[in-house]
């Protein structure tokens, strides 16, 4: 009789301990994990790695093109995605949506001086540089918040310009989405597609 009874006690107090210990990890998971959250996000800043020691480690590296174009200096700064035999027109980058084009950080454009860009006079600065691209026609939008993880808090309002672009094809695979200065252009080629803009100073 006696001997039942202790086993009732141990199995009650078992009970006590499993229900006390539950208790202890369901708060402790409602502490932590909100926690480890919160760390990983403040250390993935601009939704970079916590654990990513360099920017060149990315799949899509940072990439800078340099020049001097009609007397004016031109910065652009961006991540170069590559094709990967993956469908980039239309399919990794859709039709008529609005692109960081690159990857990564927003792509910026920087000039010294006054610059026209096709035409449409640019005030010196940097800037934020996205595009619409399209199947005949490209959508190029130049916007002076420039320090943007991508587009998404991209805001219209802050547009400075917009101009259209035909694309052309180019004659050779291009691996690397590539930025360009040269001659009197800014060039853009990726995959089969490309553009140039025309710089001058203003």
Request: proline share 4%; charged share 25%; glycine share 4%.
């Amino acid at each position: 009789m006696l001997k039942n009874k202790v086993l009732i006690l141990e199995h009650f107090f078992l009970k006590i301990e499993l229900y006390t210990l539950s208790n202890n990890i369901l708060t402790l998971l409602k502490f932590y994990v909100p926690l480890v959250a919160l760390l990983c996000f403040a250390g993935c800043k601009n939704g970079e790695s916590l654990f990513s020691k360099s920017k060149s480690n990315r799949p899509s590296p940072p990439a800078v093109a340099l020049g001097k174009v009609n007397d004016v200096e031109v910065k652009i700064e961006y991540s170069s995605p590559r094709v990967k035999q993956r469908q980039i027109w239309d399919g990794l980058v859709p039709y008529g949506k609005l692109w960081r084009t690159g990857a990564n950080e927003a792509t910026t454009l920087s000039v010294n001086v006054d610059t026209y860009i096709n035409d449409q006079l640019l005030p010196k600065g940097k800037y934020s540089l996205f595009t619409i691209p399209n199947d005949k026609q490209w959508t190029i939008i130049i916007n002076k918040v420039w320090d943007l993880w991508g587009s998404y808090d991209y805001d219209i309002s802050k547009d400075v310009m917009r101009l259209d672009v035909a694309p052309y094809e180019l004659e050779k695979h291009v691996e690397k989405m590539t930025f360009s200065v040269a001659k009197d252009n800014i060039s853009f080629k990726w995959e089969k597609l490309g553009f140039d803009l025309s710089v001058r100073k203003g």
